[in-house]
């Protein structure tokens, strides 16, 4: 009598596998993203060792050494601009972690969904007037939309209300309680002069999508008006960044003046007329003189060999583009191997 066995899943690539070993033994952001590059190269029957892999990656990822990407302000410096840079290599642990949780919902929504629960928020406290960046959470707002995931969490500064509203638009969640928790997270934001300095041309507009979008719905915009012009009165009149004070004041009466001419006014999106929002009267609690941001001892030795354990982002910038060489020298550094190899198999 014949036997039946389970089919079992096929090996590995031999050129894959030496991948993942290689993998495991560099930096987590460069483990974890190797990883998520090996899975994705992993077809559906090897679904076990994907899942395993991609579990492992999320793990990984939580020990990267920057927390977020962030963005610089428009006074940022070079040092700034360089790392803004760098974060957009997704190496930093919500970008790392956001993939994951895409390529695991891909393999089992159940799993996905759990991980997704898992995604950090931005740290808790406001930036300070010495900060030339500030946090960007959109990988976890823009995981949510693709994912369709309705379960969301709340906002906890100003840099995260274009990404959050966008995200909601894309569920179709205006006029929904989770909007409304959305409006009462905006009305709550505590005080914080670089996020919202850094929004200010473009927070304003995506609430006016959303009140646009609550009307569309079949909802009253006038509660979305009302927070908005809240929002801008708070932060307008609160501590205050003297370097940024200016060029913040002519956007805010730019958006203000646009406010009171048409979006107020009865019949245009609100059934009824609204107060006038008049930026220019507000004036603010304090301001704090400018400061010299933190000395980046790194950005004088770019060149030097202990960047890749001071600033190892940075330090990818340049060793990323090293690879089209790929020569001897760019090869004998282990995260260079890594790639170099994992090019190989793309061609």
Known sequence: MAVCRAEEAPRVPAELEEIIGLARALPPEFSADLLLEAANRLGSRHRVKVRALLEDAFVLAERAREPLPRRAIPTAGPAERLLEEA?????????????????????????????????PAPPA??????????????????????????????????VEIGPAVKAMMALKLANTPAAAALLDDVARLGGDDRAFTATLRTAPRDLETLAIETARAGGDPAPVLRTLAGYLAHHLTGRR???????????????????????????????VELPLLRADEMQPESVVPAAEPAKQKWFDA??????????????????????????????????????????????
């Open 87 to 119: 974060f957009s290599k997704g190496l930093d642990r919500l970008s790392l972690q956001a993939r994951a949780v895409r390529q695991m919902y891909g393999l089992d929504a159940r799993l996905g969904a759990e991980y997704f629960a898992r995604l």
């Open 125 to 158: 406290g406001p930036h300070s007037c010495a900060d030339r960046m500030v946090w960007d959470s959109s990988p976890y707002w823009e995981t949510a939309a693709q994912l369709k995931q309705t379960r969301l969490r709340g906002i906890v500064s100003p």
């Open 241 to 271: 960044c003297a370097d940024t004070l200016e060029s913040s004041r002519t956007a805010a009466s730019s958006f203000a003046w646009y406010y009171n001419d048409r979006l107020r006014v009865a019949g245009y999106l609100s059934p």
């Open 302 to 347: 770019l060149d030097s060999p202990d960047l890749f354990d001071t600033q190892p982002l940075v330090w990818w910038v340049a060793a990323e583009k090293r690879l089209k060489s790929a020569d001897g020298e760019v090869v004998a550094h282990p995260v260079l191997a890594a790639y170099a190899k994992l090019r190989a198999i793309r061609q």
